[in-house]
């Protein structure tokens, strides 16, 4: 068994980006090759490996290397344990997607019970290293590094990359719709305009929970893409105490679009199977003093359909609008933000130039602009991510830096900062002077 440098909390971040670097070529052991694997005693499936365990020392796993999710870096590990299970890769005897895309949106996609699978630990002395997607992988389980963590008998922890192996493709998650031929919905009374595909049948409902509901319904029957437009506007705001109001519901929400509107995509986690769990997704955007929600329910994991899925992105994109659509995302911060200062105390302009060049992080700089506004200037002070800073401050200072990077570029820099603790809330390059 190879010597390992034990794992501890303070590097689990490392070992997150480790266990991500999946699909490229792997630091192979001495004497690997490509092709076809050459089973021999103690070569295992990943099914064979789960459904008994493996004699003490090495043994190899033919297997599947499905990683996680880019871009997210997962929880804490729980305490004892030195990895974050969720950003393990997983071993399965086939391709298993992690994810799938929908309406533009990565989401995720559990393995389910039914799936025999092993999380995959790479040791921390192994560097950041790329693993091919399918491989016979030598190593080890019951290792005592890793006793502590949950359902210690599923983790392999890697020795070698034995061999490298011909991969199959996973099937695409998400591909673009022919929309040319579909039928198209329209109704006058709340202005929208829709297509769905011909064959399809349409079943409309008007004032039962909705001002107007329509069913688009394939073959089979649990194709199903549901419209709903109810009254009055859906908003929100980060600090609701009694939580999302019911459209936005569910485990995230996240920036999409429906049409041209900008819209909040819900992912509404359901009952869990051996197979998989149900799941609903949906697309909500306000509309004229209403709220318009396109719905679809299925089932991931194993059973994902991805062309039921494609059909709702295309859908959803058809999405049309008989006037102009403003201010439509329901969790947009600033359309709920103040308008006007708080009482405060505030802190004064020189300590908000001096925290703002503190917070830069630019060289030899100086103070080009500062303003103190409400909340709801501060987040249309310019476009990006700054407009969704956390919290509700009473005030912002708008501080304007200039000097130099560290790699020596000239820079602007426009930071935020709570005007009552200084903390600073946000910084971007500062936009062009008019």
Not at 258 to 283: C, F, H, K, M, W
Not at 316 to 345: C, H, Q, W, Y
Request: with cysteine; proline share 9%.
């Amino acid at each position: 068994m190879r010597r390992r440098a034990r794992w501890s909390i303070a590097v689990w971040l490392v070992a997150a980006l480790t266990a991500g670097c999946v699909g490229g070529a792997a630091r192979p052991a001495a004497g690997a090759a490509t092709g076809t694997p050459t089973l021999s005693p103690g070569t295992l499936s990943v099914a064979a490996a789960t459904s008994r365990r493996a004699a003490a020392g090495s043994v190899d796993v033919i297997a599947y290397v499905d990683p996680p999710a880019e871009g997210d870096a997962g929880g804490m590990p729980q305490p004892g344990c030195p990895v974050v299970l969720d950003r393990l890769p997983v071993l399965t005897d086939h391709p298993f997607a992690r994810t799938f895309a929908v309406a533009g949106v990565v989401l995720p996609n559990p393995v389910p019970p039914a799936l025999p699978a092993l999380r995959l630990v790479i040791p921390l002395d192994f560097g950041l290293i790329a693993l091919p997607p399918h491989a016979r992988l030598r190593g080890h389980f019951d290792d005592p590094d890793y006793a502590s963590c949950a359902d210690p008998g599923s983790l392999f922890v890697l020795d070698a990359v034995a061999q490298t192996l011909p991969a199959d493709q996973v099937g695409a998650t998400e591909t673009a719709v022919t929309t040319a031929g579909w039928a198209s919905w329209h109704d006058d009374g709340v202005g929208i305009e829709l297509s769905h595909p011909a064959g399809w049948t349409v079943a409309v409902t008007r004032n039962v929970g909705a001002i107007v509901q329509a069913r688009f319904q394939g073959t089979p029957a649990s194709r199903t893409i549901q419209l709903a437009v109810i009254a009055g506007q859906t908003l929100a705001t980060p600090d609701v105490e009694t939580g999302l109001p019911a459209p936005l519901a569910g485990a995230r929400q996240l920036p999409a679009l429906l049409g041209s509107a900008q819209a909040r995509l819900v992912d509404a986690p359901g009952d869990a199977t051996r197979t998989g769990q149900s799941r609903e997704v949906r697309l909500v955007a306000n509309y004229q003093g209403n709220t318009v929600v396109v719905s679809v329910r299925f089932e991931d994991g194993l059973g994902l359909d991805h062309a039921l899925l494609n059909t709702f992105t295309a859908l959803a994109a058809s999405v049309r609008f008989d006037r102009p659509v403003e201010a439509s995302d329901p969790l947009d911060p600033t359309l709920t933000a103040s308008t006007t200062l708080g009482k405060g105390p505030f802190i004064s302009r020189g300590r908000a130039e001096t925290a703002a060049i503190a917070a830069s992080g630019l060289r030899q700089a100086t103070v080009a602009d500062a303003r103190l506004v409400a909340e709801r200037e501060a987040r249309l002070a310019g476009p990006g991510t700054c407009r969704e800073f956390q919290g509700r401050p009473q005030g912002v200072w708008l501080v304007t830096v200039q000097g130099t990077q560290p790699t020596g570029e000239d820079a602007r820099m426009l930071v935020y900062l709570d005007a009552a603790t200084a903390e600073r809330l946000c910084q971007a390059p500062a936009p062009a002077a008019p």
